[in-house]
């Protein structure tokens, strides 16, 4: 019998998975956002698709969502709701607890959007996390201030990568940010800023039980490049390091605590400069963004949007799950801004581009190699030519761009 997929994605992205689904058997139904209607979509995959003008996770449009879900559910039995954006969590766990579809609640989804909800659950599990308060109460506010040394992170609890973040290095700064927030302060929260390297952990989730687990460092934070006009870079952490076992454990214990079921999830950890040790700074419960999915596939052969929806389907129906064998290689992204509109990329020809990423006003391109030391020599060349001829800058914006 065949099972019905839901796919929600405000953004353009998650055609592998749509086209996994469909190739698995599946319907699959896909709601996005009417601008969107015109981009490349997998359409033959798509049984059905369906758009909502706002992608706003406000109380209404979740309401207007549920609606028009009932309205679809009265010919088409829904068996699956998938979220494939990290914007799109709160939606799908709505969609999923009024008309009680299995998968992740709205009490879990809060773990994998709501950065306070993120440290609280893991500080109470034992895990390490930068210090932090909510911006809910003015007494307990100063006493994070009094107790906690400069400088400190204001934070969106409900966006994405460095969106929104700013730096504050006095007690008057961080005041006169939460008297700006206004109204919105609760939707904030305040951390320590802790100096460190940043890693992720790619990865999939069956029952319960890492299926996979792919560790990464980035060689430019994701808050410097938003903040200080950098280049993104990352690359595969050295197999069976320190470093990618303790994190391989780490992100184990950030999973079961946050009682991750069923899913991909992209989780960020800081390795602190101070002490040494890994802290845990957030997560979520979809592919990570700006291709780092194609990044892990270079190097381990698994292409996360697509185990993602086979595992789904796979426990749909009742059928056992098998992860393809997994490649032990390296590899590495490097993402910038350019000045040229259709950037000439000839001179990123060494026999390791695994691909160039067409995207205009970008150098985009993945590389990958069975000698870490490779990658690193590699992406550290490749960004200094970027660096001297192609590289520009943009202010941070205040909503993400995906």
Not at 188 to 209: C, M, R, S, W
Not at 259 to 279: L, Q, R, V
Request: proline residues 5%; negative net charge.
């Amino acid at each position: 019998m065949k099972k019905t997929f839901l796919c929600i994605t405000f953004y353009f992205k998650g055609n592998e998975f749509l086209q996994q689904c469909k190739a698995e058997g599946n319907t699959v139904f896909l709601l996005t956002k009417k601008k969107l209607e015109n981009k490349p979509w997998a359409w033959e995959s798509i049984d059905e698709v369906f758009y909502m003008e706002s992608d706003e996770n406000s109380p209404e449009n979740i309401n207007n969502l549920i609606k028009g879900v009932a309205w679809l559910m009265r010919k088409h039995k829904i068996d699956r709701v998938v979220a494939l954006d990290d914007f799109d969590v709160e939606k799908a766990a709505a969609v999923r607890e009024e008309f009680r579809i299995p998968g992740m609640g709205q009490t879990t989804a809060r773990y994998f959007r709501d950065k306070l909800a993120m440290r609280i659950k893991a500080r109470d599990a034992g895990l390490r996390v930068p210090a932090f308060s909510p911006l809910f109460n003015d007494e307990e506010i100063n006493l994070f201030a009094n107790q906690i040394p400069t400088p400190w992170l204001v934070k969106p609890r409900s966006e994405a990568s460095a969106t929104g973040i700013r730096k504050v290095h006095s007690t008057d700064q961080l005041w006169e940010v939460i008297h700006q927030l206004g109204d919105k302060r609760h939707m904030y929260l305040v951390e320590q800023f802790k100096p460190g390297d940043v890693y992720h952990v790619d990865a999939l989730t069956i029952n319960g039980e890492m299926a996979f687990n792919w560790t990464s460092k980035y060689l430019s934070t994701p808050f410097d490049v938003a903040h200080g006009a950098g280049i993104f870079r990352s690359a595969t952490l050295p197999h069976n390091s320190d470093d990618d076992i303790l994190l391989k454990e780490f992100n184990n214990r950030v999973m079961k605590a946050f009682g991750m079921k069923n899913s991909a999830s992209h989780t960020e950890y800081i390795k602190c400069h101070e002490d040494g040790e890994f802290y845990f700074l957030e997560t979520s419960a979809r592919v990570g963004g700006a291709h780092l999915g194609t990044m892990v596939e270079a190097a381990s052969g698994i292409n996360l949007w697509r185990e993602w929806a086979r595992l789904e389907s796979a426990l749909l129906k009742g059928e056992a799950y098998q992860l393809p064998e997994v490649k032990r290689h390296y590899s590495g992204i490097l993402i910038s801004l350019a000045r040229q509109q259709h950037p000439d990329l000839s001179p990123f020809n060494d026999p390791e581009i695994y691909c160039h990423i067409p995207e205009e006003h970008h150098v985009a391109l993945i590389i990958h190699s069975s000698n870490h030391q490779r990658i690193i020599e590699l992406l550290d060349k490749y960004a200094q030519i970027v660096k001297e001829h192609y590289h520009a800058s943009a202010p941070v914006p205040d909503k993400p761009s995906h």
